[in-house]
């Protein structure tokens, strides 16, 4: 399997349920960081964790990472309609400018 | 302070023709990205530039694709003799000079490569 790789592959949920998405990675990182890819667009930077975090909050988002299991979970809460996307996770191995390796997504559908 | 411009946001080209796809990084930012979708699947990175310096390109195949980001002007991706296989999006990133920013990178708009 691939540096980053997000579980499950789709998502279908109602308006208000809450989402959760799963990365699993193989190597190392200095923090590991989760966008969103709205059908046919560029990716918006959701939240940064880092090695030394184990768990982050931003709005609706909390997010999770365990560096022994080499994993992260997204959890967006009172999902809408507007989350409908794709999310993908991507690690960073050196914290500076480097590369990010993407995982393969994770396609979120929610319906009213 | 505008975000990362691509251009063109579409492209077609003839198989054979050369595709040139431009980026412009956030002002003040000196970290250029390259990275490749094809459908349904997650972005691959291709190249890491700094102004006149190609810092990684472990990413980029070995043939008919190059990258630059000069002094002046834009980041230029560039694909010779292009074949099918290279319909894909082409998303450009940048970041800020330094350390700290812990290397949040912010993405443009993509462009997307269609060959005929």
């Known amino acids: 399997s691939q540096q980053g790789e997000e579980d499950p592959q789709a998502l279908s949920i109602q308006e208000g349920e809450n989402a959760t998405m799963n990365c699993s990675y193989k190597t190392s990182i200095n923090n590991l960081q989760w966008y969103r890819q709205n059908s046919g667009r560029g990716l918006v930077h959701l939240i940064l964790i880092r090695s030394n975090e184990r768990e982050k909050h931003s709005g609706r988002l909390r997010v999770t990472l365990d560096t022994s299991k080499k994993s992260s979970s997204l959890l967006i809460t009172a999902s809408r309609a507007a989350d409908t996307a794709s999310y993908f996770c991507?690690?960073?191995?050196?914290?500076?400018?480097?590369?990010?390796?993407f995982g393969t997504g994770t396609r979120l559908q929610v319906t009213l | 302070n505008a975000g990362v411009m691509q251009n063109p946001r579409h492209l077609v080209r003839r198989r054979g023709q050369e595709a040139r796809l431009r980026c412009s990084p956030m002002?003040?930012?000196?970290?250029v990205y390259w990275y490749r979708q094809l459908p349904e699947e997650g972005l691959k990175f291709m190249v890491y530039l700094q102004k006149e310096n190609i810092i990684d390109e472990s990413g980029m195949p070995k043939e008919r694709f190059s990258a630059e980001f000069p002094k002046e002007g834009p980041s230029i991706l560039r694909i010779q003799q292009v074949v099918r296989g290279d319909s894909a999006a082409y998303f450009c990133?940048?970041?800020?000079?330094?350390?700290?920013?812990?290397?949040?990178?912010?993405f443009g708009p993509g462009t997307r490569l269609t060959v005929l």
């Open positions: 002002k003040g930012h000196s970290h």
């Open positions: 991507a690690t960073d191995v050196t914290g500076t400018a480097s590369k990010l390796t």
């Open positions: 990133a940048s970041s800020p000079p330094g350390i700290g920013n812990y290397n949040e990178q912010f």
